[in-house]
């Protein structure tokens, strides 16, 4: 008697890689990916020799907010809360300090900013500080500069920030521009 052996049945693969490639080019293509805007910042002017480089701001002009590694906030070398940082920095941009502002609505502290074209911030933090506190303090310098540029929008244009045109919202950039200047003293540089 003669016996049978059975061949194993066997799956032709040799099509699965196209099949496989093809599905990656089609997720590929068809899929899209986001880009985060990050957190958008005028950047101080460039400097080929930072150690004979300086800005040239007045003091006055400048409001120097520290985080420290203990992540406390210290506004001109004195202790604030998170809650007071948008009041301090909106007193701080709308200052009007030399009266030359026809729009500006402060109360022209002399040792505040001449005009909120002049004003900058100059956040100062340690490597130690948390990056929520950091997030936070920038979120509160963000809410300030949208208080005032909001009021100004309603001021000028009789309009919120949201129903400015691109000539319009330009207007306002121009008027209240967004001067933050930041620093880690612990980098070499």
């Known amino acids: 008697m003669k016996t049978f052996r059975r061949q194993p049945v066997s799956v032709n693969t040799g099509s699965m890689a196209d099949i496989a490639f093809l599905l990656l080019i089609f997720f590929l293509v068809s ?15 460039y400097c080929e020799d930072p150690k004979t480089c300086e800005l040239d701001i ?18 001109s070398n004195s202790s604030v809360k998170l ?11 709308d200052n ?7 729009y500006c609505q402060g109360k ?11 004003a900058v911030i100059f956040l100062n933090f340690d490597s130690l500080t948390s990056y929520k506190a950091y997030i936070e303090v920038q ?9 005032i540029r909001q009021a100004y ?9 949201g129903q400015l045109d ?16 930041e620093v880690n003293p612990n980098t070499s540089q």
């Open 108 to 118: 022209q502290f002399p040792k505040y900013s001449e005009h909120p074209k002049k």
């Open 139 to 147: 979120d509160q310098i963000a809410k300030a500069y949208n208080a």
């Open 31 to 45: 899929t899209t990916i986001s880009a985060e805007k990050g957190i958008l910042r005028q950047l101080p002017p």
């Open 83 to 93: 809650n007071d940082v948008p009041k301090i920095v909106k007193s701080f941009i």
């Open 166 to 181: 691109k000539a319009e919202m330009q207007v306002i950039t121009q008027n209240y521009p967004i001067r933050v200047y």
């Open 58 to 75: 007045k003091d006055r002009n400048l409001l120097e907010i520290s985080l420290n590694y203990k992540d406390e906030i210290l506004i």
């Open 96 to 102: 009007n300090g030399l009266s030359q502002c026809d």
């Open 153 to 161: 929008a309603i001021n000028r244009f009789n309009k919120s920030l």
